[in-house]
């Protein structure tokens, strides 16, 4: 009786414990479907919300860059506004100094023995340097440099660019050379050397030696500046690379409150025109060695002519240009002997003399002073003839 009981209450448990497994398992499945639906509706929702942030961020990228190309479309025409008023404004300058020199001539032609041209020199001096920045922003801000028919002489050439600078008596030419620039490269190289020279000015002592030598590199002509300045470190040196490559060019914005144009000027020139241009050398004053590179496509060697005797010639000074009658591998004439230099600049004591002697011997002196201003103004025409010529056509020869 005993052993049926146990066994009913034994089955009875044995049910019980079934149901309750049942129950248990539908309702961990109850659960486990609701869990489901509800990751599913989350992970739903999730896929909605991120795909609205992402909406949200192409829409911000789009307007950034809509936003971006707006600024930018408006620095450029500010620049491009910039630019054309600067180059009017240069342009205008240069017709004024134009217009000056030659009234600078008119007046020593008039009064050619008269001591008061020796002060005119001074101001024909400051003319070419006023012709020399006006350009210097006119290439700046896009203008041509203008066409020249005829090559010139690279001794020639640098004095041209000495001729334009203020402190132009420390410049000096180490040596004569006997080559030639192309026609199309005349103007550019010009004004290339004339702003390293007046940057080397300008970073040096009063006083201080400027010196100009030229060097033949394999199929390259350099003309090496050599000052005795403060130098540069390495970050000023990399800045001058990037400038004088012409890959950077700063907006005129850029180049501070006084506008620096020297580098930016001859980086675009030197990109333009196939040479370049090296600062990053040290010269033997422990200042700044520039060097101006010229590929052998840009110059030609002059023709030595022989040596006409000043009696003969009658005329102090002058040497007779014959006619090119040979021309080199690159279709250039082969010039002979050079004439008056471009920019001869006389020396110092030509331009005092008046001021501390005698009248019969200031008189003298005016006359010379007279004769150097010619030379002077004629080279300063032909500088800026080089250089600021007004543009015709195309700029090759």
């Known amino acids: 009786m005993i052993r049926d009981v146990l066994v009913w209450c034994l089955v009875a448990v044995t049910a019980i414990t079934l149901v309750a497994a049942v129950a248990l398992s539908r309702r961990n499945k109850a659960i486990a479907a609701k869990k489901a639906r509800s990751e599913a509706a989350l992970t739903q929702r999730l896929s909605e919300a991120d795909a609205q942030v992402a909406a949200l961020r192409a829409e911000l990228h789009q307007h950034r860059t809509e936003h971006a190309k707006t600024i930018q479309e408006a620095e450029e025409a500010a620049e491009d506004s910039t630019k054309a008023v600067l180059k ?78 203020r402190n132009f008596r420390r410049v000096e030419i180490m040596q004569q050379t006997g080559f030639a620039l192309k026609a199309s490269t005349v103007s550019p190289v010009a004004l290339a050397v004339a702003e390293l020279l007046d940057n080397a000015a300008s970073f040096s002592q009063t006083g201080s030696p400027i010196e100009v030598t030229f060097q033949r590199v394999q199929k390259n002509l350099c003309i090496v500046i050599d000052d005795a300045g403060v130098g540069m470190n390495d970050e000023e040196r990399q800045k001058a690379t990037d400038l004088l490559s012409g890959d950077y060019r700063p907006r005129l914005s850029q180049l501070g409150n006084q506008p620096k144009f020297g580098f930016p000027v001859i980086g675009l020139l ?113 500088g800026r003839n080089l250089a600021g010529a007004p543009s015709e056509g195309s700029d090759e020869a």
């Open 88 to 165: 009017g404004s240069a342009r205008f300058l240069q017709s004024l100094a134009a217009e000056q020199l030659a009234l600078l001539e008119e007046i020593q032609r008039k009064y050619g023995g008269h001591s008061v041209l020796g002060d005119l020199l001074e101001v024909s001096h400051a003319n070419a340097q006023m012709a020399r920045k006006a350009q210097g922003i006119a290439v700046m801000c896009g203008a041509p440099l203008g066409r020249r028919n005829r090559p010139a002489s690279v001794y020639d050439v640098v004095r041209s660019a000495q001729g334009q600078i």
């Open 270 to 382: 030197a990109q333009q025109y196939g040479f370049r241009v090296d600062v990053t050398g040290v010269s033997r004053y422990g200042g700044v060695r520039a060097v101006v590179l010229l590929p052998e496509e840009l110059w030609t060697e002059e023709e030595a002519a022989p040596v006409v005797d000043a009696q003969e010639t009658g005329v102090r000074g002058t040497v007779g240009r014959p006619e090119p009658v040979t021309r080199t591998k690159h279709g250039l004439p082969r010039r002979g002997a050079r004439q008056v230099p471009i920019a001869s600049v006389p020396d110092h004591d030509e331009t005092t003399t008046s001021l501390t002697v005698p009248p019969a011997a200031a008189e003298e002196a005016g006359r010379a002073a007279g004769r150097s201003l010619g030379a002077f103004q004629r080279g300063t025409l032909s």
